[in-house]
């Protein structure tokens, strides 16, 4: 980060990494206790007004879990993301097929690889998205999310790209993505499926609450008979709601670290 204290406008630009978030708001856990559970699982039961969330140590006075919990004013959902995108084929399947429950709620925690409406057009060769089952469609989707970088709980960003790693898909069952550098002009990476060809990242780490979006110029394909998995019930959440998917983070290994130089 930039000390604009110390270094006038044109250093702080010359030597920004990481841009600062959109939104400044904290989501941190419980930190001790019979409580100490993640802010996606306080969220499930229900516990984010809970006096214990509220009543925090003097670090961290604005309370536990703001961002999960829907405190953030500031906060953007991948829903609202995929709208200012105009990804508007990607968010009609993720209505139709359920999946958009989840990407309302801040809490969730992804990348999404989203295919522009271009892609789908192409990939759907003019036919209508009801041209696909709905267990195809929610395969599909899945297909093009990817759960918290393994053992960090930290969601899949560009920067992460640059070692190749293979990418868990919420689809599982094998069905992971490989990233790698893009050849094309302008272009920084690409994703491919285990068949078909690779897709363009051609807008890349767009924020959207603890989850990222990436805008794809290409559909991935979908291997033969893939199964969806099952989305939470109505009523698995709070008020009736739909609860946070969580993703088990055991396997595999998170990438390798990056030594990261600045500019100037």
């Known amino acids: 980060m930039c000390d604009s204290v110390k270094q006038d406008k044109q250093e702080c630009a010359g030597h920004l990494i990481v841009p600062p978030p959109a939104c400044l708001c904290s989501d941190i856990p419980v930190q001790g206790g019979p409580n100490r559970t993640s802010c996606a699982e306080q969220y499930n039961v229900g516990n984010c007004n809970a006096a ?9 006075p604005e309370g536990y879990c703001q961002l999960t919990c829907g405190k953030c004013g500031c906060s953007s959902t991948i829903t609202q993301v995929l709208q200012k995108l105009q990804a508007n ?21 992804a990348t999404v690889m989203a295919p522009s409406d271009a892609a789908f057009t192409t990939a759907l060769k003019g036919f209508p998205l009801s041209s696909m089952t709905n267990e195809e469609l929610l395969a599909l989707l899945q297909l093009h999310v990817l759960p918290p970088v393994p053992t960090l709980m930290t969601p899949w960003t560009t920067p992460f790209f640059v070692t190749n790693p293979s990418l868990p898909t919420w689809l599982g069952a094998g069905n992971t993505l490989v990233a790698g550098r893009a050849t094309a002009a302008g272009i920084n990476f690409t994703v491919s499926a285990p068949i078909g060809p690779a897709a363009n990242i051609i807008t890349a780490d767009q924020e959207a609450g603890r989850s990222f979006v990436n805008l794809l110029d290409g559909v991935l394909a ?7 998995v099952p989305l939470p019930a109505a009523g698995s959440g709070p008020n009736n709601g739909i609860g946070i998917v969580t993703f088990n983070m055991t396997t595999p290994a998170a990438p390798p670290a990056m030594a990261v130089s600045t500019a100037g």
């Open 52 to 60: 214990f969330i509220k009543d925090t140590i003097e670090d961290i």
């Open 89 to 109: 084929t990607f968010l009609q399947a993720a209505t139709q097929t359920g999946m958009k429950a989840q990407f309302d709620l801040p809490g969730f925690t």
């Open 222 to 228: 979908l291997p033969a008979n893939a199964v969806p």
